[in-house]
């Protein structure tokens, strides 16, 4: 198990609605990135939060946005909720969000289901 | 958009034998990352091997990067039935430090 943790673990909602999923991460770690993971698929890169700035963006459009606070948690945000947000969200905390290559540790996911 | 492509997508071996799985990525990168995940639950990070070396060996499990041909394998030898996961590739390019593009992932089956 690693230190980052999710909440909550399963979530449904309706299509057109909006939602906020949660994540703390490690201890020490000032770089939390969120992935959108699909049925049987690999995870896809959402964005990245470096002490407290958006530090990078995958292919999601502006109704997925984010927050980190000052103690590293980090927030991920889904307004007017289509069928095909429906998926495993994954968020990850390391300990840095420049150049370096640094493991990740990656929470037990939300698993969201839009109707 | 995915990275890498896995091959096989899925594979089915016994107790004791070995396992490999193959990707393939598109671009440069600076490292490549290999993951398991059991049951579409969260990812367990296995081994980061840079771009600037060519094996790495941790425990039961080796890694193979060849970046003139961007391939990369895994094998795991001795495989057990907790081994029964879904194993994915990530590659980080460089300057986007924690940016993972994941494959597709290959579903491992191992049976007692």
């Known amino acids: 198990e690693t230190g980052v943790t999710q909440s909550p673990t399963h979530l449904i909602k309706t299509r057109g609605q909006q939602v906020t999923l949660r994540c703390s991460s490690q201890s020490g770690h000032n770089t939390v990135s969120w992935y959108q993971q699909a049925l049987g698929q690999g995870p896809q890169f959402i964005f990245q939060y470096y002490r407290e700035e958006e530090n990078g963006r995958g292919n999601f459009p502006p109704r997925f946005s984010g927050l980190q606070f000052p103690n590293y948690s980090s927030e991920l945000n889904v307004n007017a909720l289509e069928l095909d947000d429906s998926a495993l969200y994954l968020c990850?905390?390391?300990?840095?969000?420049?150049?370096?290559?640094?493991?990740?540790?990656f929470g037990p996911g939300t698993r969201l289901t839009v109707t | 958009s995915q990275q890498g492509e896995e091959d096989p997508q899925a594979l089915s071996i016994q107790e004791g034998e070995n396992a490999t799985m193959n990707c393939s990525y598109k671009?440069?990168?600076?490292?490549l990352q290999w993951y398991r995940q059991n049951s579409g639950r969260g990812l367990v990070h296995l081994i980061l091997i840079r771009s600037n070396e060519r094996e790495k060996h941790s425990g039961r499990l080796r890694v193979t990067l060849d970046t003139s041909k961007k391939s990369s394998s895994l094998l795991i030898t001795a495989s057990r039935a907790a081994d029964t996961a879904s194993y994915f590739c990530a590659t980080e390019s460089y300057n986007q430090g924690g940016k993972l593009i994941f494959g597709q992932g290959t579903e491992l089956s191992v049976k007692p």
């Open positions: 671009t440069s990168i600076n490292n």
């Open positions: 990850a905390s390391s300990a840095t969000g420049g150049a370096s290559a640094y493991e990740q540790y």
